[in-house]
Structure formats: C-alpha cells, structure tokens
C-alpha cells in the first residue's frame, strides 16, 4: 500500500492497443464500436438502461484509482461514519461526573494544574476559577456510564458505545486543532482522515463518491474544506460534500435547458470520441477519463435518489426525531449518513458547528449548550440504532467528538462559559469492533488532565485505522522526499483496551 | 515510488554496468542505504541506534567494541554483511519493525561488491558542483544535434528503444503555444503553421518559439508556475481567511518573468528586494513572495506563535523552493537522511526571522512619488502656519455658534467642536477651518491640493512586504520546534555542508542569504530550477523528487544532461527564456506522445523519453482554453483579481460567508490566473483539477482525473455560459471550426459524422468535454 504510481500498468493498454498483434482485429472491433454506440445509440439511450449497458462486457479497462484495495490484516470495520461536534463540547456538563468540581465551585483552581500550562484567550478573559456544571449526572444502561440530564437519549445506547474520558490533543485553537483531529498534524494541507482510508481501502461504491462530507449549523466549519481535503494525496481521495441546498454536490444538475437525453447525447459523443484518441494515442488517462465521466453520469442520478428520503418509514423519521424530511438538519444528515454507509461509502463526515460555549451572549452554557446537545443527542442515538438494526453496526465505526474539549475553569463574559481544553476531552466510539458499554481513562477530580489511560489523537488514529485493517505506519505516501502518513512520526499506539 | 526506483536502477545495472565496471557509491549504493539504514544509522545522532553511523566511512568502519560495520575489501568481516544476510528477526537488518522488506539478493551484491571493491563513500551528488560530461557534446558535423537529443537518445539506445518520430506539426503548434502562453494557438496561427512547416519544420518551430518568448501571456503561463511554488492567493487563510491584497506581487512576477529577468536578480529581489540599496518599488513589491503565508485572525490566539509559524513556512518553502532541499525536517530535530542540524535550520531561520510584515501603498506609474511627497508635506508646514496665524479668526467664529446654528453644520465639523482646542488634531483644525473662514481664499486651495494629494498618496492600492527591523530578534534553537522552549540562541548562517556564505556585514542578512543562494558555487540551485523547468515539458523532472535533492529524493535519471542544463542557464545569464529555447528546440520535446508497443514493454513510464508525454491542462488553463475556444476570452494583463460565476452556494464552507460579486464586462472573462483565490474556499471548478489552495509551496502539482472534473466541464455556470458561445460558434462557422478551435486539428471524417448528428449546442459541450481539449499532446 506503498505510494502508487497512478499511471495504468501496461497490462490494461494492451487490451486496446493498436501497435499489438491484434491490433487490425482489435481496431475493426473498436471501431464497429464506436458506430454502433454512437451512430445508432445516440438519442435512443435513456437513463433507464444504463443498467443494462453497463453490465455489456466493455473493452476498455481503466485503473480505477478507488477500486477496493487488500488490507494489512483482517478488518473488523469497512465504513466509518465521524460526528465531528465543531467548537469543542463540554465534556465537563455532558460525560463527566465531577463531585469536588461542584464542591469547589468558584475557588481557584490548585496551581500545580495550570503551571507551565498555555490556553487560548490567555491574555483576556481566562480566569482560574473553577466551575461546577450545572447539569444533573446519572449513571445508565448495564454498564453505569456517567451522563448528564443533556444526554437522555444518548443514554439509551450506553452499552453500546465506549466513552473515552481522557483523550488528548496538542492545540488549543480551532482551525490548528481541527486539522490536527483531522489530519494528525496542526498544518494546513495534509491529507485527512477520510482521505488517507479511501486511499488505503478504495471504495465499495461505484455511483458515489468514496468520502462525503455532510454539514449542519449555523456555518461551516473553521477551517473549511482543508478539513476533508486530499493534502499530498492525489484529489481523488478528498471529501466531497453533499450539500442540504441546491445541487446536494457542486454542479451536479444537469443546466438549466438541457434535457437528459442531451445529457446523455454528451456523455455518449464525449465516450465515442475520447475512445477513439484512445486509440489512436494509447493513452490510459483517457481510458480512465471515460469512465469517471460514467461515474459522474451515474452521480447524477444516484446523489438526487441517496437525498429522497421520501421512502423512509414513519417510524424511522421518527426515531431520528425528523419532523420534515426536506428540511436540513443534523438529523437529517445523520440518516443521509446510514443511507450512504449502506450504499458502501467508506466514509462519511459530518460537521455540526457552534460548540463553542465561552460564555458570550450566543454561545453560553445556561441556554446553548442545551440547545446543541438537543439537536445532536436523540439523531447520534437514532443513529446507532438504526445501524444495528440493519446489521450495519458490526461493520461501520461510529466517532462522536470535537477537536478539544472545555476548561474546568470557567470563563465569564455576559453568561457563563468554558475556555478550550487539550488535556482531557471525551469522545465516543461505537460499532465495527469498539466495545460496547465501556468507559475509558480517568481523569482527575476536577477533569483537568488524565490520571489513567491517556489517549492522544494519534493513539485515535492509530485504533480507527487498526479496526478498518491498516497498519497505520504502513499506510504512507512518498512526498517531498518523506513517507507521509496520518499518524506522523511520533509514537501512537493502537488501544487495544476498547477494542476487539 | 520505491518499486519504479528499484526497476529504474536495476535497469541502468543491466545495461550499464557490465561485472567489470565497480560500483558506483552516489548510483547504487547510497539509495539502498538511505532507503534502507540512514533513518537509524544517519546523521541525526539523537536516533542513532547502536552508535553505528553509515552515512560516513569513518563511521561505518569506526571500531565499535572490536565490531566494525564495514572492513573495506572484506564483506565477510563487516558487520553489515552479516546482518543484511541474517534470517533471524532479531538480528536481520533493516529490522522487522521498521516495517522494511529485507535486501533484495541484487541489492545485498551491489553492497557486497562496494564493500570488495574498498567501500568509497562519495558526497551526495547534488552537493557536488555540476559538470560538464564530455560525451553528450554535439558533434560539430551534425549541425542540429543538441546534447538534450545526445544524452536521451545514448540512454534510450541502450535498452533499444529510440526517439519516436517529431508530433504532427497541427500538434507541436498546440503543444508549443499550450506550453509557453498557456493559450491554444488560433484556427489561422494553425494554417500558417502547417504551412510553414511543409518547407522548414524545425525553422517553423525555431521561429514559433521565438514568437511567444515574446508574447505577454508568457509570463502569465509561467508566471503561474512561479506563484505556485510562492504560494500565492488572495486570502489570509486559517479560519477567518479575510480577503487580502497582494495582487501587485503577482503582476511583479509576470513582468519580471515577460522581461526575462535574469533568475538570480529575480531571487534576490524576492527574497530581499527592500535590502537592495536605493530599492524601487518594483524590488519591495517583490518581497510579497514571502508574505504569501497565512495570517490567524481567530480570537483568542498568541500571535508570536502564529508569526513564528509563518517563519517556519518561509524557511521550509526557502529551502524547497532554491535548494530542492528538505529543510523543514531539521525544525524538530537534526535532519535524517541530508547534512542539516537542526542548530542550522534555526540559522536559516534567523535570516527570516529579523523582519517586520508592513502593508506598502503602490503607485499607478507615473505619479512622482518624490515629487509629490514633498510637495505633500510643504503643503502641510504651509497649512499649519496659516491656521497658526488664523486661529484667532476661528475662535471668534466658534464664538458665534450656538447650539441652534451648530445644526446646520456636518458631523465632522461638530465632532471637531467638541474636542477641547488645544487637543485638536491637524485633521480637525483643517476640518474646521474648510468649514467657516478657509471655505474660500487661500486655504481653500492649498487645502484642495492637500487632499488630492493624499487620496494620491495614501489611499489605494497596497501589498504586503517585508521590510527589515533597525534591531534584529533573538533567534534560539527551539526544542521539538516549539516556541514555548526556547534553547541555545543562534545568528544567522548557513548549512556547512554547503558553500561557504560571503558575509558583507558581521551580522549577515537576508540579502547575504539570497546572494548566497544565486552563487555560481551552489551546486543546488541551478539544477533545481532547470529541473522544474523540465518537469512542466515532460510531466516529470530529471530528478523525478522535484522537491528533494537529498539523498531521500531519487536519483537523476539523465544527470549529465542535468549537469549541462545547469551550467547552460547559469553562463546563459540565468535567462529563463534561453532555457526553453534550449528545450523546446530539441527532437526529445518535439516527438509524437503516441504510446507503441515497444513503449509499453520496454519503458511503460517513460523514464527514458522516447515519446512525448500527454498531460492534462492546468486548471486555470483548462478554463482558459475553453475561453479561447468560445472566443470568449479577454485578453487583458494584470490588475486586481476578478469573480468570475463560481457555483451557487460553492464557496460558503468555511467560517465566514464569502461575498461574491461576480464580475461582468470583461472581467467575467479573464484568465484563469486571475480568479479571486480565497485560501479556505477556493472555486471549485480550479480546486477539482488540482489547482493549488495556496497553503504551503507547490513545487509540482498532482493530475487527478476525477468525476468531479466531468461534472465540471458538462455542468459548470462557466463552462455551460461557454458552450452556449461556442454553439454560436458552430451556427455561424460550422462544426469543423469549433472542433479546430478546441482541438487545433482537423477533425477525421467519422468524428465529424458523430458530432453532426448531434444539435449544435450538444456538438459545443461535447466538443468542450474532449479529452483532447482539456490536454496537451
């Protein structure tokens, strides 16, 4: 899985070449072809039997650059569905249960916690107060894990997730922080995470892209599309968003004007006349070029169908608790994300923004926070579920966190607030191997930093690409004279712990 | 990457080294111990496993407690021998965790053969000066013959293979024009072409070359070339990504590349134009190549850490860009694999790390800048004394106001009122004065002049530059390369592995670094850049890492015609223009990029360039060649960036919502350079065929082929608004002229069939789909 030249390899020209012994036969072949298909094709194919034609034996074999790809070992997951919560939540008044937090509510906090330490906002409005969550803590499901009241439905899936209470990055500012939980490193333009699998497994789906992004919130994300992007890795392997508004991926539609059998008209002149540059040129890009040009053809009708939801049941708009299946939403996008895992894309993201509780007059944790957790709690819930009740949840990893998590301290501005927190943050991990039921590392009395079991980004990155049957140092690719890979160069290790 | 390496080397072994001839340490033997051994046994001694150095003799054949890693002459008593050759996990080496396969049986004998033969270490090739190598010298009885031709044309002969005959000149014409002007050449440039060519094909191109070496859309080709390499864009990047203007950079670069500007001055007047004495605007405006780096405006954030980064850039892309080096990696910790210490790296810092980020106003030509700056000032001594002698005259008026006529007069002049008289600003007391007694009369008209001269002098158009501080910084070394850890304090120098710096002053600057980097002494430089310069003909460059000379990179697949492209651009003036003519001129970059059967057996990758290679069109070429085709296009130089129709909704995917006030007039038809570039949410149809985001230095972009580029050129406002011209196109001139304006061929008789059966605004978005339209041949 080494850096691959992404020319064909020789085989694939000689099928279509015309230099070789076959040439003559081969060239009358193309070329009764090539009026076959056009001449009498044109105008009389239509959507509907493209099916058909795309199951005819086809002369031209292209390198298809997402084709399915062997792993290092067996793999225990092949889809992973990321719910990237942006802004940073509180694990402080969701996850964790902090008894001396509340009892010391307002005191400094001891200064062996912060010395030496650096925060975002440090020259403002960063205090060293403590402060107690608000929320009510309960332990649920069999296994007791802690979740505040902001969590109810989340709760009824607790044996099914594994809770990571310490995990840990190295930046405290949104965008550097992002990439860093996105591409393991605090740079613009390293290859992302859902990049680096596609490249490392390819893709199940033949009409969809191998990784899409889906976005809710007020806005995009900070750091926008870097975030999904390919880096180093040949654009093939970037994100692709599908989008709640308009064309659901950019310049999808057919223009205003143009029937689909003009479209089609195009595509099949387009195929007919790169066929025959194929041949008089040998040139395998060409070849590789009519066939994503099918794909995006095939795209065409395949995004529209993935975005209807119309042919979901009742019931199962509601568990997702959609009131409107037309209207954007996080819940919405979280079905559209079952609905593309089981279409076989590999991954999908999905961003919701405004995590970021300061404590300003939009963004406090009294009114906000609540607000957030509704949004997301009852659809991530929704989610696992509906996975497992399809037999997609063994298969697909499901991640639920931000790229850092909120201070002990509290930061008051017009409400109050929580600065951002490298030390110790949660997230969740559920299906294609995590454990169910399980809470991971301990953190100290106050949540500030982890006392047992520390798990960095990398050791994350390292376990997600373990599941989906990558050795992480084996997945690189060779740029500027380095083996680029997502965990980097400094130590990660598989967490073995929360998974089997 | 490692497994063409490997069948490329192997593949000179077979022909080119017969049993007799001995190793050869920079070709065969330091690849396999830097892919191999350096990692543990290097240079960076932090991670030096055992003690054991390979990458020097006297550390591979140091005495380590009676074990020596190599006894020159003697495999079977080094060290290494044995252990290459061990099957135990244990001991083998490269050991199993470092994830390396063992030595190949062919490997283990080159290194057993250089250990025979007395184990000669050699320096890395790259640090060697270029020379030149005898045997690719034009035989003086073969006119045309140039030493391009001679050193493909001995290495392809070698594995059988020869050049294939010279592309149709309907292609060369394409090729030529695509290549240097980043245009399609026109319907009639064609026809004389063609014609031309019938009597004189290699006069025919001569003369063609020579034509567009002078054509301003040259430097808009190459000037995009360069701008990526400067990571050039017009935002500030990170979450906020604000707009930024530093558009006045780019339009340097192009004229700089139009004039042929010799490529040192062109270095240094980048890297250090404003420490040039006298230094004109043109040379500050310059500088902007390395304020092409992000700026954080996110809330919150320490901004030493951010600058800091941005020096990290400006050393990394420094090194990358010039010296073809990985100089970046030596930020943590020494460098792996090349001679750098991380003490070094912070030397080079140093130089970078010494300058403020100012914004420089910049005047259209012709304005007297001089001129008008002491007239501007003459004017304000002269307004002040008069308001001095007047202030008297005020005061009685402003006596005579009374809240009732103080409503009569404007904001400005009432906010002036308020602040007590003797805090009042000059702008103030000008304010008040323009407003009652100096309304008419002679203040009126030195004040008139005063404020044209300052909408002239210091409103407009700015760019960013870099200017040098009166006081240097401190720069240390900073542990693990972070800024919280600062180590033991550095002054600037440069790399000891490479030719000495000439020092002009006890403190070097970065004008000492820049003249250091241009020096005829470096053996780096002018090999890189030639390199680039090939890379953009051939789809890859001699050195095939076109961003690594070191000794990770990989090997010169032709390093005398390397050698010789450098020191030829180097005695030529560095002239970037006689360097294409040198290339363009040759029977290797002219040849058909027809793939042959002899091709697919013999060198499928085309390492040995015996044919042309195909190339997909940059993206902004890829619209302007639709534009061309249409007829579209605006032929307009320079200037600020301009919005052409992006997608609905396309750009919102960051923080902030980008406005978007999409260009009419001819702006909507400009060059694809010239498109507003917002780092965080670039336009997709550029992002979608590669085109550079602008984050950090590209030395060579990836070609991907992707359903997302189909769904571009079938779907796209633009491209569907360009379609709907070229169906005009087809109306009025027929079909043959719009396939030759897209393709510069005739079109064969079955293709035209095809396409008549199709309506004419179909016939146009097929013709604009072709892969042939979207790709130089």
Redesign the interface.
């Given at each position: 899985m080494n850096n691959q030249p992404h020319s064909a390899p020789a085989d694939t020209m000689l099928l279509n070449h015309p230099h070789l012994p076959c040439n003559a036969e081969m060239l009358s072949a193309t070329r009764r072809h090539f009026f076959e298909r056009c001449a009498v094709g044109l105008g009389s194919i239509s959507l509907a039997t493209l099916a058909s034609r795309n199951a005819t034996a086809d002369p031209i074999q292209a390198v298809n650059p997402l084709q399915p790809k062997p792993t290092h070992h067996p793999a225990r997951a092949t889809n992973v569905i990321y719910l990237f919560m942006a802004g940073g939540p509180s694990q402080l008044d969701l996850f964790e249960h902090k008894p001396l937090l509340t009892e010391l509510n307002g005191k400094p906090i001891p200064e062996s916690y912060t010395a030496g330490k650096r925060f975002a906002f440090m020259d403002s409005s960063h205090r060293n107060n403590l402060l107690a969550s608000k929320r009510r803590f309960r332990q649920h499901g069999q296994s007791g894990t802690w979740l505040s009241d902001l969590l109810p439905h989340t709760a009824g899936i607790v044996d099914d997730i594994t809770v990571v209470t310490t995990c840990k990055t190295d930046l405290f500012n949104h965008a550097p922080a992002k990439f860093f939980m996105n591409t393991g490193s605090g740079l613009f333009g390293r290859p992302s995470m859902g990049a680096w699998i596609t490249y490392g497994l390819g893709s199940e789906c033949d009409d969809l892209p191998g990784f899409v992004v889906l976005q809710s919130g007020p806005r995009g994300p900070r750091g926008g599309a870097v975030l999904w992007g390919s880096g180093v890795l040949p654009t093939t392997y970037q994100g692709v968003p599908l989008r709640s508004q308009g064309d659901p991926i950019v310049n999808l539609s057919t223009p205003l004007g143009i029937t689909s059998e003009q479209q089609r008209q195009v595509i099949d002149a387009v195929t007919a006349l790169n066929r025959h540059r194929l041949n008089t040129t040998g040139d395998p890009e060409i070849a590789t070029r009519i066939n994503a040009a099918e794909m995006a053809f095939r795209m065409q009708s395949s995004a529209p169908e993935l975005m209807d939801t119309s042919g979901e049941t009742r019931e199962t708009l509601e568990l997702y608790g959609i009131q409107d299946p037309q209207e954007a939403s996080f819940a919405r996008n979280c079905l559209l994300a079952r609905r593309l895992v089981e279409r076989g894309v590999r991954f999908v993201q999905l961003y919701d923004t405004n995590w970021d509780h300061h404590g300003g007059a939009t963004e406090n944790l009294e009114k906000h926070l609540p607000e957030k957790a509704r949004d997301i709690d009852q659809p991530c819930a929704a989610l696992v579920r509906d996975l497992q009740q399809r037999g997609l949840l063994e298969n697909t990893i499901v991640i639920w966190g931000g790229e850092f998590g909120r201070t002990p301290m509290g930061e008051v501005r017009e409400s109050t607030g929580r600065n951002h927190h490298i030390d110790a943050f949660t997230m969740w991990f559920a299906g294609g191997g995590f454990h169910g039921g399980q809470t991971f590392g301990r953190t100290d009395d106050f949540g500030f930093g982890a006392v047992e079991n520390p798990v960095h980004v990398r050791d994350i990155h390292a376990t997600l690409l373990h599941q989906l049957g990558i050795n992480h140092e084996r997945l690189t690719f060779r740029s500027q004279g380095l083996d680029f890979r997502l965990t980097g160069v400094l130590p990660a290790r598989v967490v073995n712990e929360i998974v089997s | 990457?490692?497994?063409?390496q490997l069948i490329f080397s192997l593949l000179l072994l077979t022909a080119s080294l017969p049993a007799a001839e001995p190793v050869s340490f920079n070709r065969d033997v330091r690849p396999i111990l830097s892919e191999n051994c350096f990692a543990c046994h290097g240079f960076d001694p932090k991670h030096r496993e055992a003690g054991l150095r390979l990458d020097t003799f006297d550390g591979a054949t140091a005495n380590r407690d009676g074990v020596r890693g190599i006894v020159p002459g003697n495999p079977a008593e080094s060290a290494i021998w044995e252990r290459i050759r061990s099957t135990d996990p244990d001991t083998v080496m490269p050991p199993p965790k470092s994830?390396r396969n063992p030595l190949t049986p062919a490997q283990q004998e080159i290194l057993r053969r250089w250990i025979e033969e007395g184990a000669t270490y050699e320096p890395h090739w790259s640090f060697l000066p270029p020379k030149r190598n005898a045997s690719i010298s034009p035989d003086p009885q073969l006119a045309q013959s140039s030493p391009i031709d001679i050193a493909i044309e001995r290495r392809a002969k070698q594995q059988g293979l020869a050049l294939s005959p010279p592309a149709p000149p309907e292609t060369l014409i394409r090729r030529i024009s695509l290549d240097l002007t980043g245009l399609p050449p026109t319907v009639e440039e064609v026809e004389a072409f063609t014609a031309a060519s019938l009597t004189d094909p290699d006069g025919a191109c001569r003369e063609l070359v020579d034509r567009l070496l002078l054509s301003p859309h040259y430097g808009e080709r190459w000037g995009r070339w360069w701008l990526d390499q400067a990571r050039y864009a017009d935002s500030n990047?990170?979450?906020i990504?604000a707009p930024r203007q530093i558009w006045k950079y780019r339009d340097w670069v192009v004229s700089a590349l139009n004039a042929d500007m010799p490529f040192d001055q062109f270095t240094i007047e980048q890297l250090a134009g404003d420490l040039l004495p006298n230094a004109t605007e043109g040379q500050k405006v310059a500088t902007g190549f390395h304020r092409n780096t992000?700026i954080?405006q996110?809330?919150?954030?320490?901004r030493e850490q951010f600058r800091i980064d941005s020096v990290f850039d400006r050393v990394g892309t420094t090194g990358?860009v010039w010296l073809g080096l990985?100089v970046g990696?030596a930020q943590c910790h020494d460098h792996k694999?090349d001679p750098i210490q991380q003490r070094e790296y912070y030397q080079l810092f140093a130089f970078l790390n010494d300058q403020d980020e100012p914004t420089l106003k910049v005047f259209d030509p012709g304005v007297n800048v001089t001129e008008l700056t002491r007239e501007f000032r003459e004017l304000e001594g002269r307004l002040a004394a008069w308001m001095e002698q007047h202030a008297a005259a005020l005061a009685d008026w402003e006596a005579t106001l009374t809240a009732e006529t103080r409503k009569s007069l404007s904001a400005a002049i009432n906010n002036a009122l308020d602040v007590p008289i003797e805090k009042r600003g000059f702008a103030q007391k000008r304010t008040l004065f323009a407003g009652s007694i100096g309304g008419v009369g002679p203040f009126r008209e030195l004040n008139d002049r005063y404020n044209e001269l300052d909408v002239i002098l210091n409103q407009g158009t700015t760019t960013l530059v870099l200017q040098e501080r009166s006081t240097p910084r401190t720069t240390t070394v900073f542990v693990n390369g972070d800024f919280?850890r600062p180590a033991e304090t550095v002054t600037p120098g440069t790399p000891s592995a490479l030719h000495p710096l000439h020092k002009t002053s006890a403190r070097p600057n970065r004008l000492d670094l820049a003249r250091w980097i241009v020096s005829p002494q470096n053996p780096l430089t002018a090999r890189v850049i030639v390199n680039r310069v090939w890379q953009q003909y051939f789809g890859r460059g001699i050195v095939e890492?076109e961003?690594?000379f070191?000794s990770?990179?990989t090997l010169p697949t032709h390093p005398e015609l390397l050698d010789w492209l450098a020191i030829e651009f180097i005695e030529r003036g560095w002239s970037l223009k006689e360097l294409h003519r040198l290339i363009l001129n040759s029977r290797t970059y002219r040849q058909s990029?027809?793939?042959?059967?002899?091709h697919?057996?013999k060198d499928?990758?085309n390492y040995l360039l015996c044919r042309q290679r195909?190339l997909?069109l940059d993206a902004e070429i890829v619209r302007d060649v639709a534009l061309a085709a249409s007829g579209l296009l605006s032929n307009k130089l320079g200037g600020p960036p301009v919005y052409p129709p992006v997608?609905?909704?396309?750009l919102?995917?960051?923080?902030?919502?980008r406005v978007w006030a999409e260009s009419t007039g001819q702006d909507r038809y400009r060059r694809g350079l010239y498109t507003f570039i917002y780092?965080?949410?670039?336009p997709?149809?550029l992002?979608?065929f590669?085109a550079p985001?602008g984050?950090?230095s590209c030395t060579r972009r990836?070609r991907?082929?992707?359903?997302?580029?189909?769904?571009?050129l079938?779907?796209?406002?633009a491209f569907?608004e360009f379609a709907s011209a070229l169906e005009k196109i087809i109306r009025s001139q027929g079909l043959e002229v719009a396939f030759r304006r897209c393709t510069s061929r005739n079109p064969?008789p079955?293709?035209l069939?095809?396409?008549r059966?199709?309506?004419p605004?179909?016939?146009a978005?097929?013709l604009l789909?072709?892969?042939?339209t979207v790709?130089r041949?």
């Open positions: - | 990457m490692k497994a063409k994830h990047g990170y979450s990504d992000q954080n996110e809330g919150g954030i320490d990358t990985t990696c694999f919280t890492t961003n690594d070191g990770q990179g990029s027809v793939i042959t059967k002899d697919i057996e499928p990758d195909r997909r997608p609905p909704g396309s919102n995917v960051g923080q902030v919502r780092r965080a949410s670039p997709p149809s992002t979608v590669d985001e984050f950090s990836i991907s082929n992707t359903p997302l580029q189909a769904l571009t079938l779907n796209d406002v569907f064969q079955e293709e069939e095809l396409l059966q199709l309506d605004l179909t016939a978005r097929t789909n072709l892969d042939e790709t041949e």
